[in-house]
């Protein structure tokens, strides 16, 4: 990476400005996955060890600017702190004078959590003030928000053009593990997309077909290349106006020489729920009432064959509806596949991909998870993330 890191800088006694991404699920004020938290751990860490005043900043969830109770970061503090085996101080605001009166009361090593900065308009609409609010509470500021890296907001864009900026060790392994797979990849180097919205691939699918060898499709995505082919979808998911879109992928691929996998038989049900009909249909065969909502087993065995010859796999988006355990088999064959296959890379990219090796506890068998939804499909898509760009080059 040409950014300059933590260890570029010397921190010690200095007020360091970190932002970082707690953006985690919760239900009813409890955290359901810490990965983030965690995923932050080492540079906090290192900021405590060096003797750095650790000033934390985050967003979480969408306020549109003003203060929601359910969305103050007081239960991530209470669930660093344990994590961390040390107080956190928690902030009720993101700057200013009462915030400037905890700061000045901080010894070397000690760690503060400042409010939800989206509770203020100007988070994300990069007001300049704000930046400059933010970095009168520091020396330094370090980036290690990956997930929230493709937004030009004041506390991720704007801070880093008022103090000295450097990214920290997750947004560093971040960009060096998805770097590096882009740019120098081990081959056979497959892409597996899936997901909902072929509109929110376009950008991913477009890049990624200069790179890849294989291209597999899944999700409910699918079913737009596969009408887009000539057979009926039934109720499946589809989106009509993307039918020439999704033909000039399967174009493209062709003139690259990139073998573009789509599903060749179906999980069917008559109904969108847990206890609905359902059958294995092959892909010529979907009947017009009813949805395709997993790919079906000859389909997981040619994927899982393609995956397990692969040397470097990308994978982003579930291949079905992976939350309903009827559905579940065709994404869990994917996870299975790349688990069982120890030469290949794989790297997990998007939430509902990592949410879903999760749940069939393989994540521990996975190269790398990435902690970006967005991020990562921004970053896979070729552009350039704003929260990076803004940061002091080496
Ligand atoms: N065949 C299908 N029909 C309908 N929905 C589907 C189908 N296959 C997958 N899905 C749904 O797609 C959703 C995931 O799509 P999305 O594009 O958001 O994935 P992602 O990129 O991994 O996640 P994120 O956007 O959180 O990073 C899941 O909720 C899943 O149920
Ligand atoms: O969850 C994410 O992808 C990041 O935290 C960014 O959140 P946002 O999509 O609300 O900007």
Request: overall charge negative; charged content about 25%.
């Amino acid at each position: 990476m040409n950014k300059k890191t933590l260890k570029d800088i010397d921190v010690k006694g200095k007020r360091v400005f970190c932002r970082v991404d707690f953006n985690v699920p919760m239900q009813d004020g409890q955290i359901t996955d810490e990965t983030r938290i965690r995923a932050a751990i080492p540079t906090i860490q290192y900021l405590v060890e060096q003797g750095a005043k650790v000033i934390l900043a985050s967003h979480f969830g969408r306020p549109k600017g003003q203060v929601v109770e359910e969305m103050r970061l007081t239960p991530v503090g209470v669930r660093l702190s344990e994590i961390l085996g040390k107080e956190v101080k928690k902030a009720d605001e993101a700057y200013g004078d009462s915030v400037k009166a905890i700061i000045d009361t901080m010894n070397e090593g000690d760690v503060l959590l400042l409010e939800n900065v989206r509770f203020y308009p100007g988070e994300e609409k990069n007001d300049p003030q704000l930046a400059k609010a933010f970095a009168e509470l520091a020396d330094v500021y370090v980036n290690d928000a990956f997930g929230a890296a493709h937004r030009a907001h004041a506390s991720t864009e704007g801070i880093a053009h008022n103090l000295p900026a450097v990214s920290g060790f997750l947004m560093e392994k971040e960009l060096d593990v998805l770097g590096k797979a882009l740019s120098n990849p081990e081959r056979p180097f497959t892409a597996i997309i899936g997901g909902a919205k072929v509109k929110d691939k376009i950008g991913v699918i477009e890049n990624l077909l200069e790179l890849v060898d294989n291209l597999i499709i899944g999700g409910g995505l699918a079913y737009t290349f596969v009408k887009a082919q000539g057979h009926e979808v039934g109720k499946s998911l589809l989106e009509a106006d993307k039918l020439d879109l999704a033909n000039s992928f399967i174009e493209k691929a062709k003139q690259k020489g990139v073998n573009f996998l789509m599903p060749v038989d179906v999980v069917v049900a008559d109904d969108f729920s847990a206890d609905a009909n359902k059958k294995v249909v092959s892909i010529e065969e979907i009947p017009a009432d009813w949805e395709a909502l997993d790919i079906g087993p000859k389909t997981r065995e040619i994927y899982s064959d393609v995956i397990k010859n692969s040397k470097l796999v990308i994978w982003n988006g579930p291949m079905g509806v992976f939350e309903i355990d009827a559905f579940a088999g065709g994404t869990k064959a994917v996870a299975e596949a790349l688990a069982e296959s120890e030469g290949t890379y794989s790297v997990i990219g998007g939430g509902d991909s990592a949410a879903a090796v999760e749940k069939f506890n393989l994540a521990d068998k996975m190269s790398h998870i990435s902690t970006g939804g967005g991020a990562s499909l921004e970053f896979m898509e070729g552009k350039a993330l704003p929260g990076v760009v803004a940061l002091n080059d080496k």
